[in-house]
């Protein structure tokens, strides 16, 4: 046998082993988003409270000792949509970067997270709202919160391109990037909770894009 044919039969050895391990990789990838999915229906039309791990399992036609080889809890499992969310939030932030204006993209993407809250109200309730998720990354080896750290990151930069182009003057960019954060995530929770209807607003199925207005008629002047 020469030289080339071994590096021949060396090559095909290889392809098959890649291949093998890529379809492997693929198979694991399929089989946790099968589990994130059960998991989220069930969150949905159960609640969080009353799914269990075993009701996932069945959900997917699998056993439960699966489920675990992925997850080592709800917890995780929470986890996992929780960034899920926060990535596809994330995503229409990064979106909104081609808007060159900062102010105008600060107001863009309030609308954004309206939006996206309204139209995804349980995956925002685990986002926000259910303290499975940080419990499970405060007792994980995980080093942060970086879906978090990078939609947060989004807001601030523009706060502070804002600022470089005159806005906001002697205000400091994290805490008012907090404090922009909190207005329209607690407008948010209080529609999503309903506690809206029960104020007798004169447009209570309006209030909160009428209120999220009133907002940016304030910032227009900072």
Not at 39 to 58: C, M, P, S, V, W
Not at 88 to 117: N, Q
């Amino acid at each position: 046998m020469n030289v080339v044919q071994k590096i021949y039969i060396y090559l095909q050895k290889n392809i098959i082993f890649m291949s093998t391990a890529e379809r492997k990789a693929r198979e694991k990838e399929a089989l946790k988003s099968l589990i994130l999915k059960g998991a989220k229906k069930l969150f949905l039309e159960r609640g969080i409270e009353q799914t269990t791990i075993r009701n996932i399992a069945d959900e997917i036609d699998y056993s439960v000792g699966t489920v675990y080889v992925y997850f080592k809890d709800k917890n995780a499992i929470l986890h996992d949509l929780h960034s899920i969310g926060f990535q596809e939030l994330g995503g229409y932030f990064k979106e909104l970067f081609a808007i060159e204006d900062p102010m105008e993209r600060l107001m863009k993407m309030g609308f954004t997270y309206i939006k996206f809250a309204m139209e995804n109200s349980e995956m925002y309730d685990l986002m926000f709202n259910v303290k499975a998720p940080m419990e499970f990354l405060e007792s994980s080896e995980k080093e942060g919160w970086n879906e978090g750290v990078d939609t947060f990151g989004a807001l601030k930069t523009t706060v502070e391109n804002c600022m470089s182009k005159g806005h906001f003057k002697g205000h400091l960019s994290e805490p008012l990037s907090f404090m922009i954060w909190s207005l329209v995530h607690g407008m948010c929770c209080l529609e999503i909770r309903q506690r809206t209807k029960g104020v007798k607003f004169a447009n209570p199925d309006t209030i909160l894009f009428d209120g999220y207005n009133e907002y940016l008629k304030i910032i227009r002047k900072l």
